[in-house]
Nanobody, 120 residues
Framework: QVQLVESGGGLVQPGGSLRLSCAASEKIFSIYAMGWYRQAPGKQRELVGT???????NYADSVKGRFTISRDNAKNMMYLQTNSLKPEDTAVYSC??????????????WGQGTQVTVSS
């Protein structure tokens, strides 16, 4: 079973930066883009952004210009560079990889999440 493991979260002051990482235990062949999601306490999970295997990225309006998603296919890694962090960015950040199972049904692979707290 392929696993996704996030790391890099922590406590940072407003205006600070963090680089989150998502490591896949093995190479994942998927037609779907990988994504970063976040969930703040008491709120629904929201999409932060996605990156395709061809490195095309898309971002939520709330993070455009501040966050950057990248990936290293050779290392089975995806990254989220977060800059100019705001208190409202506080959340558990998780990586996601949709894929098709043997019956061609779409499934979702999730990591356990990493906590990002933005506070002075």
């Amino acid at each position: 079973q392929v696993q996704l493991v996030e790391s890099g979260g922590g406590l940072v002051q407003p205006g600070g930066s963090l680089r989150l990482s998502c490591a896949a235990s093995e190479k994942i062949f998927s037609i779907y883009a990988m994504g970063w999601y976040r969930q703040a306490p008491g709120k629904q999970r929201e999409l932060v952004g996605t990156i395709s295997s061809g490195f095309t990225t898309n971002y939520a309006d709330s993070v455009k210009g501040r966050f950057t998603i990248s990936r290293d296919n050779a290392k089975n890694m995806m990254y989220l560079q977060t800059n100019s962090l705001k208190p409202e960015d506080t959340a558990v950040y998780s990586c996601n990889q949709p894929f098709l199972d043997r019956d061609y049904v779409r499934r979702d692979l999730w990591g356990q999440g990493t906590q990002v707290t933005v506070s002075s």
